[in-house]
């Protein structure tokens, strides 16, 4: 079963997370409102990867499941996005075992209880 539920405005194609453990929203949610993803994420147990600040807003008030990964870099291209994302990706997954919300940010990571 899927730990990560890849929010639309993420890259499809994007080989760290070509793995039974994520599973992209067009493959199951494709056209869903905030609410049914935040739902199905929290019934599956699952962390949901987004750059949709209102995930990130949302689990500020709330328990989880589920937890949220907040990629905010800004507009990159793919190339540099893959940079950033690899270098850090296991230093994330360990964070978000501890902690409700992780925010990627381009120079940084943060966390909250």
């Known amino acids: 079963?899927?730990?990560?539920?890849?929010?639309?405005?993420?890259?499809?194609?994007?080989?760290?997370?070509?793995?039974?453990?994520?599973?992209?929203?067009?493959?199951?949610?494709?056209?869903?409102?905030?609410?049914?993803?935040?739902?199905?994420?929290?019934?599956k147990g699952m962390t949901i990867i987004s750059k949709d600040a209102d995930f990130s807003n949302r689990i500020l008030l709330a328990q989880p499941p589920p937890r949220v990964i907040h990629v905010k870099i800004g507009n990159t291209?793919?190339?540099?996005?893959?940079?950033?994302?690899?270098?850090?990706?296991?230093t994330v997954l360990d964070m978000n075992e501890k902690y409700k919300l992780v925010t990627i940010l381009k120079d940084k990571i943060e966390a909250i209880e």
């Open 1 to 43: 079963m899927p730990k990560y539920l890849i929010d639309v405005n993420l890259p499809y194609f994007f080989s760290l997370w070509n793995t039974q453990d994520y599973i992209h929203q067009n493959d199951i949610l494709n056209t869903a409102p905030d609410t049914q993803i935040w739902k199905y994420a929290k019934d």
């Open 77 to 90: 291209s793919l190339k540099e996005f893959h940079s950033i994302i690899s270098a850090i990706w296991p």
